[in-house]
């Protein structure tokens, strides 16, 4: 049910051994990114228009741009567009099994078309009822003026509601957000993400709305505030956060870095920045979504 | 299988829990238990588990490390990583470091089962 790495995507699929799986994340990180992945990945050329290239490269002792131009699939500014576009890692390690043999060109475009559509169906695994109440919540919503207006944050948002809304239960609804230099806390478990969007999130609540929480969480039947009670929403916060950075690698090609949950109680949260407050009210009481930015380069 | 000692480090005790008790199905119950990577090397050193489940997002020291001392003291040991949706840089780390396989969470029977039969076979 979760989203999977393309690495075990295709060991799932039976395309490649555990082993070579292992040998091409070895490699990975010195390995260079070429034009041809590029070019299928910003989907400028087809697999087999590359192969096309690759094949023409055996005759002409000419780069691959070059070729591409020559052979009409890539224009000029095409070429350069390429040469300064990021790839995410599971084009990176696609372009490690072409490399080895292990699949051909056209052989990747299909696994990675069907990955990303497996994905999306995950991303989007809502009923259409549960889906139009998410676009609802995020037409209703007020960003506060000096909170980005930036498709990062607003990302983050639609994937928390759709988190919420699969993993917790759609009876909720949201007020509008607050701006505080420091947050009081009940119960409260805080994450950290680190990297060219660099951000503190938290989730704070009373013990018997975390109860709750948890309990609907790992379809458990929590009676009291327990050790699986407080882990249960550092996991929650975890995946959420996690899936985050899977789709910041997949559609920006951003690595993000997670940092173990850590929990607050009774405290006085700072960070040195500001914190922007989303009061969300469940029917068993009200979780309050914190959200303190570090930094955000575009 | 009674001899069999497994080292689950994971800094969620709900995660523990939860491949602990796959494990168990299997016929395996001697475990240590470790909530950060210093705990997993200070209990490795002193037991030797022949299999090591080591997460790799914790407080105190990372997975990514405790791999790299307890393959120091022990270049033969076992060890598999346990990666969380969204920690794919860190797990190619892991994998650098020397761990000898990976599963991903959430846990499920049979990835579980695949990994007991490669460690240990009909044992």
Redesign the interface.
Same mark, same amino acid.
């Given at each position: 049910m979760h989203t999977q790495f393309f690495g075990n995507f295709l060991l799932n699929k039976g395309v490649i051994t555990p082993e070579q799986l292992v040998d091409a994340l070895k490699i990975q990180a010195n390995t260079h990114k070429k034009l041809g992945t590029l070019a299928i990945h910003s989907g400028f050329m087809s697999a087999s228009e590359v192969e096309d290239v690759y094949i023409t490269q055996t005759h002409y002792d000419k780069l691959f741009g070059e070729l591409a131009v020559n052979l009409g699939y890539l224009t000029e500014s095409q070429v350069d567009n390429l040469l300064t576009t990021q790839l995410p890692d599971y084009m990176l390690l696609g372009q490690i099994l072409v490399d080895k043999n292990i699949l051909t060109h056209v052989e990747l475009e299909n696994l990675i078309t069907e990955y990303k559509s497996v994905y999306e169906i995950y991303d989007l695994e809502l009923i259409e009822e549960q889906q139009n109440m998410v676009n609802k919540l995020l037409s209703d919503f007020y960003l506060p003026e000096d909170l980005p207006h930036s498709e990062h944050i607003l990302s983050y948002l639609t994937l928390l509601f759709n988190n919420l809304v699969r993993f917790i239960g759609e009876d909720f609804t949201t007020l509008n957000v607050m701006n505080l230099s420091e947050v009081p806390t009940n119960f409260c478990i805080s994450q950290e993400v680190e990297g060219s969007f660099s951000f503190l999130s938290a989730l704070d609540m009373e013990q018997e709305t975390a109860i709750t929480f948890a309990s609907r969480y790992v379809n458990d039947e929590f009676q009291e505030f327990d050790e699986y009670v407080r882990a249960s929403i550092e996991d929650f916060l975890n995946l959420h956060n996690g899936l985050y950075t899977v789709n910041m690698s997949n559609d920006f090609s951003m690595e993000l870095q997670l940092l173990p949950p850590a929990p607050h109680e009774n405290i006085l949260l700072e960070t040195g920045f500001s914190f922007y407050l989303l009061p969300i009210m469940y029917s068993f009481g009200t979780i309050n979504f914190l959200l303190s930015i570090k930094k955000m380069e575009e | 299988m009674e001899n069999v000692k497994i080292l689950i480090c994971d800094? =969620? /005790?709900?995660?523990r829990?939860q491949l602990k008790d796959i494990i168990v199905e299997h016929g395996y119950q001697d475990f240590l238990e470790a909530s950060n990577g210093q705990e997993a090397i200070d209990l490795y050193k002193e037991h030797k588990p022949e299999l090591v489940f080591v997460d790799i997002?914790?407080?105190v020291k990372?997975g990514v490390q405790a791999i790299h001392e307890i393959r120091e003291f022990d270049p033969e040991a076992n060890i598999i990583v346990v =990666? =969380?949706?969204?920690?794919?840089?860190?797990?190619?780390n892991a /994998?650098?470091e020397g761990a000898r396989?990976f599963v991903?969470?959430?846990y499920t029977n049979s990835g579980i089962a695949d990994i007991l039969k490669a460690r240990f076979g009909g044992r």
């Open positions: - | 800094d =969620s /005790i709900l995660a829990k997002v914790m407080p990372d =990666s =969380s949706v969204g920690t794919q840089t860190q797990l190619r /994998i650098m396989d991903q969470k959430p």
